[in-house]
């Protein structure tokens, strides 16, 4: 049972906007927060008692290059079973019926034809936001462009994405994280989920692609860092592979897909929940 000390860290952000706050959540790797929410107009971050330092965060955040300010306060959180939170929040998740992704803790569930078995982990994702539902469906989509290819899951998280993947018969399949923890969280999945031979995880950032090149390539991260990296995941891509990317709304799909064409990227198709978006681009 994790029954630690917390400390709740509020982070106001002026002027808010969902997108504000994921950038700031991004620029905040070098803080060991291990959760994040999110709530008008703060982005709150939780982090065990023993790991935080108001001076550390004080630097981060005056380091920031961003078009917003934050201010921030922190409350200490009493002990409480946070297995159990998690165990009550936490509810399983059926893709087009075909993919279910669930904790550890729930039992006698009705398989589908794809099942992903993760421990939840508070900052990585668990398969609930809208983009990480996309992203699996348009996987199940493309299942025989999967069978057999080379795929590069990068802001991997949990690993929903690359273990979808390897047990779609995926030949191999690579995640890349910039939080270590995350990192960490995405091999220990692989391997309860039975495919670790099949998935490896790296921690860093884009520059890291150029260890090989890729068949398939999966990006479900905030607007700003795709725009500056969509370059980089067209040059890691083979000719003819598949780019699928999320993370943004719909009224920033011209942007991305301007982006894209110019590196050498065809625009495929596009997809949308509550206006969040997908896009599939193939390399020319």
Known sequence: MNSQEYIEVSMKITPFSDENAEILMAELDEVPFESFTVEEPCL???IPKDLYSAQMLKIVLSGLDTAFD????ATLIPPCNWNAVWEEQFTPIVVDRKCTVKATFHKG??????????DPKMAFGTGHHQTTYMMCRA??????AV???VVMDMGCGTAILAILAAKMGAA???GIDIDAVAAVSAFDNARLNRVSRHVETYCGDASLLQMGKYDILLANINRNILLEDIPTYSRSLKKGGLLFVSGFYTEDM???????ENAGLRFESSDSMDNWCCVKFSKI
Do not use: P
């Open 44 to 46: 709150k971050g939780f």
């Open 70 to 73: 934050v201010e921030f306060n």
């Open 109 to 118: 569930l009705k398989k589908t034809r794809f099942n992903i078995t993760i």
């Open 139 to 144: 996987l199940l989509e493309n299942e025989a």
């Open 147 to 149: 069978k057999g290819r």
């Open 172 to 174: 191999h399949t690579y």
């Open 254 to 260: 011209t942007m991305i897909t301007s982006v894209a």
